[in-house]
Nanobody
Framework: QVQLVESGGGLVQPGGSLRLSCAASGSIASTNVMGWYRQAPGKERESVASQISGGTTTYADSVRGRFTISRDNVRSTVYLQMNSLKPEDTAVYYC????????WGKGTLVTVSS
């Protein structure tokens, strides 16, 4: 079992920045994938960014160049640095861990509004 705890959400003005964190604990495999999905009101959950423990990253087209995912493998923590935030980035952001199956955090709300 793996447990995930997210932090860092909140209210920010358009053009602002936020940094999300997600700490994993439990049975952590040496090779795994950690990342972020988001779900906006009335929309389906979508992938935002992911990173393999070896370093390879992927991004949704809508966030590439604005968001940066990074990891601290020693602390089993993944981060999402979000810059130049837009109102359409408003969503609940969910952290996940994948090794043979997905584990999910409870989500953290990001609201981009003036």
């Amino acid at each position: 079992q793996v447990q995930l705890v997210e932090s860092g959400g909140g209210l920010v003005q358009p053009g602002g920045s936020l940094r999300l964190s997600c700490a994993a604990s439990g049975s952590i495999a040496s090779t795994n994938v950690m990342g972020w999905y988001r779900q906006a009101p009335g929309k389906e959950r979508e992938s935002v960014a992911s990173q393999i423990s070896g370093g390879t990253t992927t991004y949704a087209d809508s966030v590439r160049g604005r968001f940066t995912i990074s990891r601290d493998n020693v602390r089993s923590t993944v981060y999402l640095q979000m810059n130049s935030l837009k109102p359409e980035d408003t969503a609940v952001y969910y952290c996940y861990y994948y090794f043979r199956t997905h584990y999910w955090g409870k989500g953290t709300l990001v609201t981009v509004s003036s």
